[in-house]
C-alpha cells in the first residue's frame, strides 16, 4: 500500500473516534506496518497481513483505548504480541510510559526493532511469562494500568492482570463480541484478585460490524499473595 493510501485510511478512522492524528504518527505507523509485514515473513508475529486490515484490527484496535488512559500514566501491556496495543498508543500518546512483556523472546526482538526505529522513548519490551512477571516485586502493583488483548479468558486474564496495578489502578481488558458468560465465569475471580467490574463499553470499530467490548476494572484491595499461580496454572484452572 502507498503511503498516500494509508494516509488517508488511518487518518480517516482515527478520526470517527475523534483521534487527530499529526503526519510525524502516520509516518511511524507507516513503518511499523512495513516492518511488522516484513518480520511476519520470518517469525510468526500476525495472521493479519493485508494492509487495510492491519490498520482496522491492529492500529485502530489498539488506539480505542486511549481514552480511558489518564495523562501520564504508567501501563502494562500483557501479551503483547507484535505490540498491540501498547506500541500505537506509544505513538500517539508520548506522555504514557509502556511496559510490553511477552513469553517469546523473538517476539521481544521484533519489538526492540519497532522501538529503535520508531524512536519511541519510556517504553521497553520485557521477555517473562505472565506469571512471573507478576509475581516480580519490582513490578506488582506497580503500574496505573494493566492491558491485554486476545490473550485468555477473563478469569485467567484478571489473575495475569490485577496483580500489577496499585490499589485504584485499572485493567482495560479488551475483548470481542460475545462476553457476558465469561463476565459471570469471572466475578468471582475478579474479587478474590482485589478487582470490581467499573463499566462495559461495547461498540464497533469504524466503518465496520466488528463488535468489540472494553471491560474495565478497578483495583480495590491488594491482590493476595498466592497470586498470580505459578506458570501454565491461571489458564489450566482459572479462579471460580
Same mark, same amino acid.
Given at each position: 500500500m502507498e503511503y498516500k493510501v494509508f494516509q488517508g485510511i488511518l487518518k480517516s478512522e482515527c478520526e470517527k473516534m475523534q483521534i487527530k492524528l499529526e503526519e510525524t504518527h502516520i509516518g511511524k505507523f507507516y513503518k511499523y506496518m512495513q516492518l511488522l509485514l516484513e518480520w511476519n515473513e520470518k517469525i510468526n508475529l500476525t495472521a493479519i497481513t493485508d494492509p487495510n486490515e492491519v490498520i482496522l484490527k491492529h492500529f485502530v484496535d489498539s488506539l480505542t483505548i486511549s481514552k480511558y488512559i489518564e495523562d501520564n500514566s504508567t501501563i502494562v501491556d500483557?501479551?503483547?504480541? %507484535?505490540?498491540?496495543?501498547?506500541?500505537?498508543?506509544?505513538?500517539? *500518546? /508520548?506522555?504514557l510510559q509502556i511496559t510490553l512483556v511477552d513469553s517469546? $523472546?523473538?517476539r521481544i526482538k521484533f519489538l526492540e526493532e519497532i522501538i529503535e526505529n520508531l524512536e519511541l522513548k519510556n517504553i521497553r519490551p520485557i521477555?517473562? *511469562?505472565a506469571e512471573e512477571?507478576?509475581?516480580n516485586v519490582k513490578y506488582r502493583e506497580k503500574f496505573d494500568y494493566a492491558? #491485554?488483548? %486476545?490473550v485468555a479468558n477473563l478469569s485467567t486474564l484478571s489473575e495475569y492482570l490485577i496483580p500489577l496495578v496499585k490499589i485504584k489502578g485499572k485493567i482495560i481488558s479488551?475483548?470481542? #463480541?460475545?462476553?457476558? /458468560? /465469561?463476565?459471570?465465569? #469471572?466475578?468471582? %475471580?475478579? $474479587?478474590?484478585?482485589?478487582g470490581k467490574i467499573l463499566k462495559i463499553d461495547e461498540f464497533n470499530l469504524p466503518s465496520s460490524d466488528?463488535? *468489540?467490548n472494553v471491560i474495565i476494572i478497578e483495583k480495590i484491595k491488594t491482590t493476595? $499473595?498466592?497470586y498470580p499461580r505459578k506458570a501454565g496454572t491461571p489458564a489450566k484452572d482459572p479462579i471460580r
Open positions: 500483557i501479551g503483547t504480541g %507484535a505490540g498491540f496495543p501498547g506500541i500505537p498508543l506509544k505513538i500517539i *500518546r /508520548e506522555d517469546l $523472546n523473538k521477555h517473562a *511469562r512477571f507478576g509475581r492491558t #491485554s488483548r %486476545a479488551m475483548k470481542g #463480541s460475545a462476553v457476558d /458468560e /465469561e463476565i459471570i465465569d #469471572s466475578k468471582n %475471580a475478579i $474479587n478474590v484478585l482485589g466488528i463488535k *468489540r493476595p $499473595n498466592k
